[in-house]
């Protein structure tokens, strides 16, 4: 039997995840089966079981694969540039609606809490290190502030559809300049 490269196994794991994020943008975590995730993938069952022994680990490792792009600064333009490119993913992938569903998730499931958790500190952390100088003394908050205005952008997108960043951004730009 030809052994199979560690390329070719990761673009497996990835066809299935990615079939996995849109399965469960379109229909959420309750209404997905493993069934489901194998015919999105175009896989069988046995490949899907080669990866992950249950849904929740596909849970883990959708929500592990997802990270936004944060703004390369803390400027009006970057930040609504950020926002904007929430809002597309919200409306072009379901993103948003499968964020709500990770957070509603995480509340329940210790094992994805643990990987929620570390991807906001790590967007925190990513956020204090862009405040200005003459804020640094208020990085955590302002970290604190920023995270907290993005989630509830998710979530609104999630549930209200398409919105006009434009009042997030400018919410975004008081807790950075205070």
Do not use: W
């Not at 995730?37 to 992950?52: C, K, P, Q």
């Not at 999630?158 to 975004?172: H, K, S, W």
């Amino acid at each position: 039997m030809p052994k199979v490269s560690q390329e070719h196994m990761d673009a497996r794991r990835r066809q299935i995840v990615d079939a996995a994020r849109a399965r469960f943008a379109s229909h959420g975590f309750a209404r997905t089966s493993m069934a489901d995730i194998v015919t999105e993938s175009g896989l069988s069952n046995g490949a899907i079981y080669r990866y992950f022994t249950s849904k929740d680990e596909i849970v883990v490792a959708v929500c592990e694969q997802g990270s936004e792009a944060l703004p390369k600064a803390l400027t009006a333009e970057a930040v609504a540039g950020f926002l904007e490119h929430v809002r597309a993913r919200a409306r072009e992938t379901g993103h948003a609606r499968l964020v709500a569903q990770i957070y509603a998730e995480a509340s329940v499931s210790p094992q994805l809490a643990v990987v929620v958790r570390q991807q906001l500190a790590a967007m925190r952390a990513a956020v204090a290190e862009l405040v200005p100088d003459r804020r640094k003394q208020h990085a955590e908050q302002i970290a604190e502030g920023f995270a907290a205005v993005c989630m509830s952008y998710s979530q609104q997108l999630a549930i209200r559809g398409d919105l006009d960043p434009a009042p997030f951004t400018a919410a975004l730009m008081t807790i950075i300049d205070g």
